[in-house]
Structures are given as structure tokens and as C-alpha cells.
């Protein structure tokens, strides 16, 4: 299999997690056979500072014309007062909005030698492997009316919150499919008791399920699923729900885990999907070589799942970050008693070994 790949390194530590998920992307091409032909840009501040714009024509060119999306990260303290049209944050939302990615997929899965790491006791998170589905170009953060208004006596703050059928089949199609090739279960969080739109949203829902009848469809309202995720996450298989609900129950799913910087995620939708790990450039750790890579690394394992269908390489992967794990290695955001300290280049080398040996 031969594809192209843009790769957008962007800020802070993108610029060293990115070179070892390419790293391990070249290892899994060399072992199985496969020709993935990279391209390098710029976007965010280290776009702003040499073309003046988050998102240069080039790069969003360069994307359209890829077979998927490798991003790092984005943003940082230098370019932060800048008006938000020009800040970095703004080459995401570009990417998205021009690459039609109206999908969000973020898996939260427990490595078992990471359990201590998270804040809800071993029992509860032991084996939970979730995946989130959040619709991402629609609902309250696009609906209009929007904006401040005055009024006699202040002034009052407005959005609204739309969902078009269409806009509910796509999504619910994603989770469905997602669900094939996972445990089978679809729970569909919504708000239908109260919200109008949600009560569309389970209507749709529930009549795409009917083209999917080896799935199992569950509904269940946010504030339960709030509560829920914390109580039995090991009860989710895939969670698909609304822009504002997802963005709010992905963090909450990613908190499982425990380590922000293991998190791999995908948008996807038309032809081109992007695939970033779900921390920003952490400005605070970049250029010191402290940086975990394997949340950007389990974003290439994504991308050759969900863009190429190479679910064998996607696991190979998976399963090389697994062993590492088990042998004891740590970046310094996971380092507990007894594990071994690498940096985030010698963590690639590990990641690469080990591969290699499977
Ligand atoms: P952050 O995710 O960059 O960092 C939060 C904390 O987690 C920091 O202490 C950081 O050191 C740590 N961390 C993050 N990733 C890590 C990794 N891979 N390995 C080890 N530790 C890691 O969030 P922030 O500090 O709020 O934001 C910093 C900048 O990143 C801001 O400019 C923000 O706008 C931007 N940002 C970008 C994205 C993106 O590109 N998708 C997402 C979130 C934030």
C-alpha cells in the first residue's frame, strides 16, 4: 500500500513527538510492506511567524491532497496576544472546517501498567477501553442566533443549540461502524427529557440503528453518563453524543487514564482524517527532550486503522506500546517507583525496538 501523509509538527514538544510517531510509521512500513510518503509543513505559531497566518494556503493544500493528517500541537505563551483570527488554535479549526471533519474519536483505554496513574481506584478502570464519537462542526458552538445582545436593564448571552437529521445520520454511521469493529455496544448520550434537539437526535439515532442490527443501540442522558463514566466505565463501548456534550465527556473519559500525554485521537468525516494526540504543545516541558510521544504514536496506530484499514499494523503498534509499558519504561509524566526514565526520543527508540521484536 502506497499513501500520503501531511505532517504538521506545529509547537513546543509537536516538534519532538512527531519526529518519533514518523519514526515508528517508517518501522511498520519497512515490516509490512507498506510505502508511506511524508510531506512536512507548517501551521500555527510556527506558521504565524514565517507566513503572518495559522493556517498558510500551502499547508491546507498540502492536507487536501494527503490521504490523512499527522499533527502534533499547537499554540504557546508567544503567540497568545495575538487577535484570536490569527492565533494558532485557528489552523485547527481551519483544518477541520475545510477538511469536512465532522467526527471526533477519541479513545480512553487503560494501559494495565499505567493503572496507579489513575485517581479512581484500580477495580473501577482495570480493562475500561471506551471510545468517544463527539459530532464537531455542528450543534451549540455553530447554531444561531448567537452572540451578546443588550437589553434594558444589561445585556443577555445567546447560542442555540441545531442539529440537522443529516447531521445526526453521519455521526451516528461513525459510532456504528466504529462499533463493528469493536464490542458492538452504541450508547447515544442526549439530553431528550428536556432539549428538543436532543429528542431528534434519539429519534435519528434509533432509526439509523436499524441498518446496523449487529450493534446494540443504548440510550442515556448526559448528567447519568457523567456520573456513569466515573461509576462502572467498564459498562462503555462506544459513546457517541453531541459537540457540547462530547467535549465535556471526552475530557472526563481522558481523566480515566490518568496521563493526558497517552491519548491518541482522530477527526474524520470526508476523505482526509487528522490525527493528533489530545494535549496541547506544553510549552512549559518543550525542547527538553521530557515529552511523551506515545499519545501521538497511538495517533498513527489510528490513522492506519480508521484512514487505511491496516488494522494489524494499527494493533502491532498498540501492542509495542503495551510491552514497553510492561518492561518498566516511563517518560517523566508517567514515572513511578521502580520504572526506568527515558526521554522522548530514547522512548521512540524503545517503541521501535520492541516492534521490531513482535
Ligand atoms: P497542554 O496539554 O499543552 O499541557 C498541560 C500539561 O500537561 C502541562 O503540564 C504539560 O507539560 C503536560 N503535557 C502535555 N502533553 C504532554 C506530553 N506529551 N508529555 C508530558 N507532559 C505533557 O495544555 P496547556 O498547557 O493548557 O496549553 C499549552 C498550549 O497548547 C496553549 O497554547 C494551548 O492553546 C495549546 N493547546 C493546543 C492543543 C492542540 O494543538 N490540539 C490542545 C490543547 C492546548
Partial sequence: MKKKIAVFAGDGIGQEIVPQAIRVLDAIGVRCGHGFDCEYAQVGGAAI??????????????????DA????????????????????????????????LFANLRPAKIYSALIDASTLKPEVIDGIDV???RELTGGIYFGKPKGIEETATGHKGINTEVYTTEEIIRISEVAFKAAQKRRGLVTSIDKANVLESSE???????DVHKDYPDVELRHMYVDNCAMQLIRNPKQFDVLVTTNLFGDILSDEAAMLTGSIGMLP???????????????????????????????TIASVAM??????????????IEQAIQSTLDQGFRTKDIESDGTTLLGTKEMGDKIIQVLESL
Fill in 131 to 133: 471510545l468517544v464519537v
Fill in 200 to 206: 431528534l437526535w434519539r429519534r435519528v439515532i434509533t
Fill in 69 to 100: 493528517v499527522l499533527l502534533g500541537a499547537v499554540g504557546g505563551p508567544k503567540w497568545e496576544g495575538l487577535e484570536y483570527e490569527r492565533r494558532p488554535e485557528r489552523a485547527l479549526l481551519g483544518l477541520r472546517e475545510q477538511l469536512g
Fill in 49 to 66: 511567524d514565517s507566513t503572518g497566518m495559522p493556517l498558510p494556503q500551502e499547508s491546507l493544500e498540502l492536507a487536501k491532497k494527503s
Fill in 303 to 316: 490513522m492506519l486503522n480508521h484512514s487505511f484499514d491496516l488494522s494489524k499494523e494499527a494493533e502491532l
Fill in 265 to 295: 485521537s482522530a477527526s474524520v468525516g470526508s476523505t482526509v482524517g487528522m490525527y493528533e494526540p489530545i494535549h496541547g504543545s506544553a510549552p512549559d516541558i518543550a525542547g527538553k527532550n521530557m515529552a511523551n510521544p506515545i499519545g
